[in-house]
């Protein structure tokens, strides 16, 4: 149990009473690094990938609120009409659960001086996601109007992934508030399949078209890209969100300033500027 080192504060908030728990003392799986000292990158790294790494054994307050790591899940996302050269297409996926997170690599952590936003590069082996779409419009000149499911599966992928975040204190502890994640993925093989993508209308037309986007798979990747990025960014965010509202910043950065230090100045001029 956690018990010890967790402490529980009461906030009370225009929505009544939020109970907010956090850990106060640093357990032995995390390992601190000092971000003005040499070799930060270096330490980060492995401490990160420790880190990760009992993540995917389990760490009880994230399965709580977030579930597993592998496979993860997210429940649903909405896509507006993306016009490219490729695809004209209109797209939700729904009930996705996602594989392949329990093998990630840490292959560079890095985090910024200036704004402690995070550059990180991670590796899958292979990620798959599986789950339910609906999809109107065209891919590579194909009409498409199906509901279904959908699998994909993505050999070799490498991450990269661009996280800004905002430093705040909570009883005496200083904070990430991930305020935003992007992704860029650079995939080695793609292969996906999606069931009832003419409505039921034809099963042989059906079987054709995953073959030929099989064929095209490159292309057919460019056009579901948006889709992909989304879905592995709104997972991320919501992971790291968790993770960093209950450990403080400090367990990883050991010298990191705390949000006065870091934005008092700035804030200043703000309320300065302001009538
Ligand atoms: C996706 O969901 C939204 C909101 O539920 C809906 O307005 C839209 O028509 C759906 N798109 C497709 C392609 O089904
Ligand atoms: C974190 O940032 C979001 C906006 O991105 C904001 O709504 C939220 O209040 C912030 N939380 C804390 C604890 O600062």
Redesign the pocket.
């Known amino acids: 149990m956690h018990i010890i080192g967790l402490l529980i504060l009461l906030q009370a908030g225009l929505q009544g009473i939020e109970c907010v728990a956090f850990y106060t003392e640093k357990p032995s799986y995390i390992e601190s690094c000092r971000i003005y000292e040499p070799e930060f990158t270096k330490c980060s790294t492995r401490s990160i990938q420790a880190f990760m790494n009992q993540l995917i054994k389990g760490i009880p307050e994230i399965q709580e609120s977030f579930g597993p790591i592998d496979p993860m899940r997210q429940d649903q996302l909405?896509f507006q009409q993306d016009n490219s050269d490729v695809a004209t297409l209109?797209?939700?996926l729904t009930e996705m659960k996602i594989r392949g997170f329990g093998q990630m690599v840490i292959k560079e952590s890095k985090v910024s001086k200036k704004d402690f936003s995070w550059l990180t590069k991670i590796y899958l082996p292979t990620m798959s996601m599986d789950g339910m779409y609906?999809?109107?419009g065209r891919i590579l000149l194909v009409p498409l109007h199906g509901a279904g499911k959908i699998s994909m599966k993505i050999d070799d992928l490498n991450i990269l992934m661009s996280t800004k975040t905002h430093l705040y204190e909570k009883g005496g502890y200083t904070f990430y508030n991930i305020t935003s994640v992007k992704v860029k993925l650079e995939v080695g093989k793609v292969y996906t399949n999606m069931e009832n993508l003419f409505n039921g209308h034809s099963k042989e037309v059906e079987k054709s078209t995953n073959l030929f986007f099989n064929e095209n798979w490159r292309d057919l990747f460019e056009a579901l890209r948006p889709l992909v990025d989304e879905t592995v960014q709104r997972t991320l965010h919501d992971l790291l969100h968790k993770t960093f509202s209950i450990f403080p910043a400090s367990f990883f950065v050991e010298d990191i300033p705390n949000s006065l230090t870091l934005y008092g100045r700035k804030s200043q001029m703000i309320s300065r500027s302001s009538p």
């Open positions: 909405v209109a797209a939700n609906k999809m109107v």
